[in-house]
């Protein structure tokens, strides 16, 4: 399993894409009002979402082949389902749960 993107909830699109942009060196490759996305040479993606929980911090998402069986495996661990598995476009799916602690843990399947 590899990382595929950390996403960053932001209240301010505008001025956190600035700063990402010079922290990362890139420009975004997708610029959305409702996620602008980086791709820095050799790390995973980093994603600024205006409609994420500031509250909660930055999300992992982990890259995964099955996403129905990687959620039943971590569910049987301890983790809860925070958001249940929806198409993100593209052909990927993301989903988000929480571990024993509360921290949440994002999952990421290219469908197509």
Known sequence: MTIRTITVP????DAAKALYRTLLGVEPYVDQPFYVGFRP?????????????VGAGPVTYWHVD??????????AAGA?????PHDVG???????????DGHLIGLFQKTA
């Open 80 to 84: 809860g389902i925070e958001r249940s």
């Open 90 to 100: 593209d052909g990927s799916l993301i989903a988000t749960l929480r571990d024993v």
């Open 10 to 13: 932001v209240k301010d699109l």
């Open 41 to 53: 040479d050799g790390a995973p993606e980093l994603g600024l979402d205006p409609h994420g929980d």
């Open 66 to 75: 099955d996403m129905t069986a990687s959620i039943a495996a971590l569910e």
